[in-house]
């Protein structure tokens, strides 16, 4: 089981940056994957940015240039790096880590809000 808690969510003026940190605990015997998704009001939870155990780490279009994810696996912690915010990355940002079996785990999320 892993347990999965973000911190660094926030009110940002647009233009601005903020960094969000998951720390993780626990094991799975099949980890695939770890990265950051967020939900906007009336939305879907959309992916932001994924990083394989690789070390690869994909973004869709729309974050890249912008937002940056890394890893540190000493310190079993995620980050996500978001700069030049706009008032439509207001959202609530969810740490996720994937296992090859597909079984999801999320962490309660935190809130990020854009706005002057």
């Known amino acids: 089981q892993v347990q999965l808690v973000e911190s660094g969510g926030g009110l940002v003026q647009p233009g601005g940056s903020l960094r969000l940190s998951c720390v993780r605990s626990?094991?799975?015997?099949?980890?695939?994957?770890m990265g950051w998704y967020r939900q906007i009001p009336g939305n879907q939870r959309e992916p932001v940015a994924i990083i394989h155990n690789d070390g690869i780490t994909n973004y869709p279009p729309s974050f890249q240039g912008r937002f940056t994810a890394s890893r540190d696996n000493a310190k079993n912690m995620i980050y996500l790096q978001m700069n030049n915010l706009k008032p439509e990355d207001t959202a609530v940002y969810y740490c996720?880590?994937?296992?090859?079996?597909?079984?999801?785990?999320w962490g309660q999320g935190t809130q990020v809000t854009v706005s002057s």
């Open positions: 996720w880590e994937g296992s090859l079996s597909a079984k999801n785990y």
């Open positions: 626990g094991t799975i015997s099949d980890p695939y994957a």
